[in-house]
């Protein structure tokens, strides 16, 4: 007996019964212009297999979680597009399957009937077992909607409605598609892979991720050495490819593995140095210290790690631009708690107010820790109450504390472009990008305001040299290339770099609407307004031109011009 474990989705039509008392004829040719029209064509593109069709119902195979709910959302968005809309009820679960012949049998197919079947119209639900398979990678929202005792099953299970895309940026765990790649290995260059957890205690992977962190940011300070950034380290996480894949894939010499530890007052961090052309072991080294001393390991371990890969010079210049540690170790670990809640996003709606709460901790244990109140600010933009007049005081705040860190400037250059004042922005902006070289990810947002500056070429060049240093971009920042093409009015290519993305926002598929309009397809763009409101079902224009801060205001009102049109909510 064959067993598979795979991503089941189940569908059927809402009132399904009563449409066909209605208009039996109708119905049926409305169901079949559907499925050879829609249904199959989207589940195809998403890599599914319709394995049973039942009337008005179909299930559908997957090897990949994230796969299934990208084809649920275009299903759902595109079935209501239609003249004629049915409404569809979605539920997929991750599970067990017996596999005989092209069929599938099981509890991993019953439990997705049963939650299709629990499902509000129109939506999207998932089961607990698929929400953790995705919560880490996805680029959607979720809300929990608790436990649920389901017809014929004799436990309860928590469900999970998908609720719009991420307000914040997600990485990836797949290169995305680029016209620049990397060519050749650089001599002085690293990755530092996402630190383990020795001993299984997932409760600590958010102190691994936030040291893993660390050591990247300090790594970056070096101009001299080329530094992965954390989102192409992090895309290795759970791959376990060799070092010499890894290598090639994202063009270094050299990387870093380690494992830490926590024991009361106690940390053991292990490390080790792997060049991976040859695969020879450079050095390893263990740190069994007091947890006091936490920042006085991450400078050793900077300091050898530099000294083995360029040279000792470049370390000792660098000391005095290190950024300031916090006075309260409790007050690092609430930041890293508060990162964990930030990274997550808008993975549930709870996830961003969690990483507030846990900022403000920070903040409360230690008032001179600069990074968390950058933090707290870059995390509460995304809140309905964000209030910028305060934002700007806890940025203010943050630079006086710590002149040196690179994302405390990216941010107050955010925030300063939202409050007008572009000048000020650019040299926070520019700041950011001289402290931390290495940091693609920082250099790709920087993008956005060259953009609203009037600047786009500028922007499409600091693009095309983020995806250079790092093609695991997340797509919050490579909608950026779409975006700038829009402003030079070339229509055609914002719709091939928007297309390129891995997926969509309802901020790309807003700007897609508008380059649609502008090349006279109004259908077009009307469906990419659906698509864009069914990630984001409460999108309004007033909430949307907040963020887009055009300097030139003739190039803000012909983009509200066309997203009229389009048909985006005033």
Not at 277 to 299: G, K, M, S
Not at 354 to 371: Q, S
Not at 387 to 416: P, T, V, W, Y
């Amino acid at each position: 007996m064959e067993r598979r474990l795979v991503a089941i989705l189940s569908a059927d039509v809402v009132g399904y019964s009563s449409l066909m008392g209605e208009d039996e004829d109708g119905t049926l040719l409305t169901l079949k212009t559907f499925e050879s029209e829609v249904i199959e064509p989207v589940v195809k593109k998403h890599h599914g297999r319709i394995f049973k069709k039942m009337g008005d119902g179909y299930l559908v195979e997957f090897g990949s979680a994230l796969d299934s709910i990208d084809c649920a959302l275009e299903w759902q968005a595109l079935t209501q597009n239609k003249s004629q809309p049915l409404q569809y009820r979605i539920g997929i679960n991750l599970g067990d399957v017996i596999v005989e012949g092209s069929d599938l049998y099981g509890d991993g197919v019953n439990i997705a009937a049963r939650i299709q079947a629990a499902a509000d119209p129109k939506s999207v639900v998932v089961s607990q077992s698929l929400f953790d398979q995705v919560k880490r990678h996805s680029p959607y929202r979720f809300s929990d909607q608790g436990l649920h005792s389901l017809k014929n099953l004799s436990e309860e299970i928590r469900l999970y409605k998908v609720v719009g895309g991420m307000p914040v940026h997600r990485f990836l765990s797949k290169p995305n598609k680029t016209r620049s790649q990397v060519k050749e290995v650089r001599a002085a260059s690293i990755a530092v892979l996402p630190f383990s957890v020795s001993g299984g205690d997932e409760d600590q992977q958010y102190f691994a991720d936030g040291l893993t962190e660390d050591i990247i940011i300090e790594l970056a300070r070096f101009n001299k050495m080329f530094v992965c950034s954390r989102s192409a380290s992090f895309a290795y996480e759970t791959k376990g490819e060799s070092p010499q894949k890894i290598g090639q894939d994202l063009g270094v010499k050299h990387i870093l593995e380690g494992q830490v530890r926590r024991l009361g007052s106690q940390v053991r961090i292990s490390v080790q140095l792997i060049n991976t052309e040859t695969n020879d072991h450079l050095w390893a080294e263990r740190y069994d210290r007091p947890l006091d001393d936490l920042f006085d390991v991450l400078d050793e371990l900077v300091s050898r790690i530099v000294g083995t890969i360029v040279g000792r010079v470049e370390a000792a210049d660098m000391k005095e631009a290190r950024r300031k540690r916090p006075e309260e170790l409790t007050a690092y670990d609430y930041m890293l708690r508060g990162l964990e809640h930030h990274r997550l996003g808008g993975v549930t709606v709870d996830n961003i107010k969690e990483a507030v709460k846990w900022f403000d901790r920070a903040i409360e244990t230690d008032p001179n820790y600069g990074l968390a109140y950058a933090w707290r600010v870059c995390a509460s933009s995304w809140l309905p109450e964000f209030d910028l007049n305060e934002s700007m005081r806890f940025m203010q705040k943050a630079i006086e504390l710590d002149e040196n860190d690179a994302e405390a400037h990216r941010i107050m250059g955010a925030c300063q472009m939202l409050s007008g004042d572009f000048k000020t922005a650019e040299y926070h902006i520019r700041r950011a990008m001289t402290l931390n070289p290495s940091d693609a990810y920082i250099k790709a947002r920087s993008a956005a305001f060259y953009t609203f500056n009037g600047e786009p070429a500028r922007a499409l060049e600091l693009i095309e040299e983020a995806v250079v240093q790092d093609p695991f971009l997340p797509v919050w920042c490579l909608e950026e290339r779409g975006i700038a093409f829009f402003a030079l009015e070339r229509y055609e290519e914002a719709l091939q770099a928007l297309g390129e993305m891995s997926f969509q926002t309802f901020r790309s598929r807003c700007y897609e609407a508008a380059c649609k309009i502008a090349l006279g397809d109004l259908p077009g763009a009307s469906l990419a307004i659906d698509k864009a409101l069914l990630i984001h079902p409460t999108l309004t224009a007033a909430e949307f031109f907040y963020f887009e801060t055009f300097r030139d205001k003739d190039q803000k009102i012909n983009l509200q011009k066309l997203l009229e049109v389009a048909g985006l909510p005033a």
